[in-house]
């Protein structure tokens, strides 16, 4: 089992930043790849950004200059920094961890809002 612990969201203005960490323990090993994911009310949740264990990242074209994914394989934790957000960035992020099963996080709230 891989537990699976989502932090750093919050309320910011458009135009802000924030920085979210998802961090993994149990049974790590073997983890290969860990995504960012987003839901917003009514909508369907959706990929925002993936790194793989060896550094390969993806990203939805939405945030594509403004987000950047990074992680700390020792640590396994991912990280997600937010620039520039707007307020259709708010939504629920949610941290997923593939093994050999994907994991998931709680989620996180962001709200973007003047």
């Known amino acids: 089992q891989v537990q699976v612990v989502e932090s750093g969201g919050g309320l910011v203005q458009p135009g802000g930043s924030l920085r979210l960490s998802c961090a993994a323990s149990?049974?790590?090993?073997?983890?290969?790849?860990m995504s960012w994911y987003r839901q917003a009310p009514g909508k369907q949740r959706e990929l925002v950004a993936a790194?793989?264990?060896?550094?390969?990242?993806d990203y939805a074209d939405s945030v594509k200059g403004r987000f950047t994914i990074s992680r700390d394989n020792a640590r396994n934790t991912v990280f997600l920094q937010m620039n520039s957000l707007r307020p259709d960035d708010t939504a629920v992020y949610y941290c997923?961890?593939?093994?050999?099963?994907?994991?998931w996080g709680p989620g996180t709230q962001v709200t973007v809002s003047s």
């Open positions: 997923k961890v593939e093994s050999a099963r994907p994991y």
């Open positions: 790194i793989t264990v060896l550094g390969s990242t």
């Open positions: 149990g049974s790590t090993f073997g983890i290969h790849r």
